[in-house]
């Protein structure tokens, strides 16, 4: 995706708001706002958002996982699977 084809003036997006967000909704590209020509944000449409937050939260997951692996923190399946089982058995 090319932001240079995505990037407006805080003047723009100001006088054409309502188009802007038609189009983010339906293009799900986001928009970089400048305000004297340099970038000061990024506008996207809330789908997008969301999906790049649950996207987010996942990484968060897998990193967390991973440096539990690295300091230890794991048990073996099979062990695991067994005392499930066990306690399964004693519920009973």
Known sequence: MLYSTQ????????ANAAE????LA??????VITQNGEAKA??????SYEQTQEAMALLK???LGQRDLEAGKFK?????VTRLRNKHTVDL
């Open 7 to 14: 990037v407006k003036p805080i003047s723009y997006f100001k």
């Open 20 to 23: 802007l967000l038609v189009e």
């Open 26 to 31: 339906e293009h799900r590209q986001p928009l």
């Open 42 to 47: 990024v506008l996207q449409d809330v789908a």
């Open 61 to 63: 997951i897998l990193a």
């Open 76 to 80: 073996p399946v099979a062990e695991v």
